[in-house]
Each structure stands twice: as C-alpha cells, then as structure tokens.
T-cell receptor
Framework: TQLLEQSPQFLSIQEGENLTVYCNSS?????LQWYRQEPGEGPVLLVT?????EVKKLKRLTFQFGDARKDSSLHITAAQPGDTGLYLC????????????FGKGTRLSVIA | DAGITQSPRHKVTETGTPVTLRCHQT?????MYWYRQDPGHGLRLIHY???????DKGEVSDGYSVSRSKTEDFLLTLESATSSQTSVYFC?????????????FGEGSRLTVL
C-alpha cells in the first residue's frame, strides 16, 4: 500500500492553463516536501510545508498543507513549458527518525 | 553549497557481474541515501547511512550492499547484477541533522544489465 498517493499520475496541458496536483494519505505527517524532477536530472526541492493549513507561494506555484496534515496540493497558475517535469511529494513521518516517504509523482507536460 | 558527484553516470553490464556505484559529497552531511527510480514505481529507498560504517536497509535492499568508510563517500554494490536491477540510481544527502530534513540529490547513474 502506497502511503502517499499522488494524482493525477499524468497531466498534459496547454501553456497558460491552470492546474492542481494532489498528494493524499490516510496518515498524518509532520511535514511534506515537494520536489520537481526534470528529465535526466535528480529531484530538486521546491518547498516544505510544516503547519496544518499552511499555504506557501513560489512565483506561480502555490502549495497547501491540509488542516489535518494528511494531504497537500500544488496549484500552478498560467503553466509554462518550463514547468514540465515530474512532481514528487515526500512526507516526514511523525514517529521516530525514519527516512522520507515518497509518492510516485505526477508527470506534467506543458505544451507551448 | 552542497555538491554530490555520482559515478559512473552511465554503465552497461552483463548479468552476473559485480557493479559498484559511487556517491561523493563535498560537505560533511551525516545522512546519505541510495534510491532507485523506475517507471510506475517512483523513488524507492535501497539503503541509507547515518554515519561512517552506520547503515540501514530501505524498502528494496535485497541484492544490494553499501559501505561508508568515509563521511564523504557512500558506495552501492550489486554483487551479481540481474536484469531487474536495470534502473536509474540516485544518491541523496540530507541537509538537516536527522533523517527527516530536506534532500539534495545527485544527477543519477543509469545502469543497464543485459
């Protein structure tokens, strides 16, 4: 059973459209991290959300942590081809010093 | 700034041969990780290290071993490579003090086992 479910798995949109991707769990996390991975490269950290209900903005990207700290969303406004990539969420479990739990990712393609 | 060098970046080998992938960090971060990434499976943790000679298994550790004799180097060894180990392997370091901080990844090593 995947602890963190990401949806959709794949998303192909036109430049200028808005989109939201989701990272859901039945478990509580201390914090959630979002990474973006471009083809042929390693994932790069975008943001960490820590507090339930927290909203963070990174230019056209808006990240939200659910009130119960079980889920998170990433909203992109006016998507650009440069946003193309694999978006991964990773959760910090509240119990013990254990490695991050990764979702399988959402692969986004923005077509010019 | 944190830096990671993975080597080799690309390798083609035959079933049954041993393979070692190297991860070198330029800082002194305590925690280092090896992941594999496959279509449909996402990132899966193979092994991680929390200090020199201190390692632990991840979710897909069978067929892999690791060693960390120096803080800066973390080696991943496939004693006898199999075709199911064809994958892209990523090394990462934890920028925080424990297991729960943010990760910085290397550029990956693409391994093909024929």
């Amino acid at each position: 059973t995947q602890l963190l479910e990401q949806s959709p798995q794949f998303l192909s949109i036109q430049e200028g459209e808005n989109l939201t991707v989701y990272c859901n769990s039945s478990s509580v996390f201390s914090s959630l991290q979002w990474y973006r991975q471009e083809p042929g490269e390693g994932p790069v950290l975008l943001v960490t959300v820590v507090t339930g209900g927290e909203v963070k903005k990174l230019k056209r990207l808006t990240f939200q942590f659910g009130d119960a700290r079980k889920d998170s969303s990433l909203h992109i406004t006016a998507a650009q081809p440069g946003d193309t990539g694999l978006y991964l969420c990773a959760g910090v479990r509240p119990s013990g010093n254990t490695p991050l739990v990764f979702g399988k990712g959402t692969r986004l393609s923005v077509i010019a | 700034d944190a830096g990671i060098t993975q080597s080799p970046r690309h390798k083609v080998t035959e079933t049954g041969t041993p393979v070692t992938l190297r991860c070198h960090q330029t800082e002194n971060h305590r925690y280092m990780y090896w992941y594999r990434q496959d279509p449909g499976h996402g990132l899966r943790l193979i092994h991680y290290s929390y200090g020199v000679k201190d390692t632990d298994k991840g979710e897909v550790s069978d067929g892999y071993s690791v060693s960390r004799s120096k803080t800066e180097d973390f080696l991943l060894t496939l004693e006898s490579a199999t075709s199911s180990q064809t994958s892209v392997y990523f090394c990462a370091i934890n920028l925080g003090q424990g297991n729960t901080g943010e990760l910085f990844f290397g550029e990956g090593s693409r391994l093909t086992v024929l």
